[in-house]
């Protein structure tokens, strides 16, 4: 399985801005992408890319204020997440797909077979 290592968390106010990264230890994922699960709910998918051709898919709450990206050379990719508000706080997950990557489950976790330790995201107001 590959090893994801995220960084970027922190603590800021609303309407701020916070810049997530999640380096990948190699090649192999066909998708890759941010989860999030605040306390008490379940993890959910926030914004998928795929690895091909750099596709990218967001949940409705975030569409709009939040950008996946990837930069290939550095096998890395961020989330730049900008507006943020409380409803944004949670623990964030950088998780990998090796296997298929199909559109209509881009942000369900069972497509998903490796995960990284998370990183945590307060927002404050």
């Known amino acids: 399985q590959v090893q994801l290592f995220e960084s970027g968390g922190g603590s800021v106010q609303v309407g701020e801005s916070l810049r997530l990264s999640c380096a990948a230890s190699?090649?192999?994922?066909?998708?890759l992408a941010w989860f999030r699960q605040g306390a008490g709910k379940e993890r959910d998918g926030v914004a998928a890319?795929?690895?091909?051709?750099?596709?990218?898919q967001y949940a409705d709450a975030v569409k709009g204020r939040f950008t996946i990206s990837r930069d290939k050379a550095a096998n890395t990719i961020f989330l730049q997440m900008n507006s943020l508000t409380p409803d944004d706080s949670g623990t964030y997950y950088c998780?990998?797909?090796?296997?298929?990557?199909?559109?209509?489950?881009?942000?369900?976790?069972?497509?998903?077979?490796?995960w990284g330790q998370g990183t945590r995201v307060t927002v404050s107001s």
């Open positions: 890319i795929y690895t091909g051709d750099s596709g990218t």
């Open positions: 998780a990998a797909g090796s296997g298929s990557c199909w559109s209509w489950s881009l942000l369900h976790r069972d497509t998903y077979n490796s």
């Open positions: 190699d090649r192999s994922s066909n998708c």
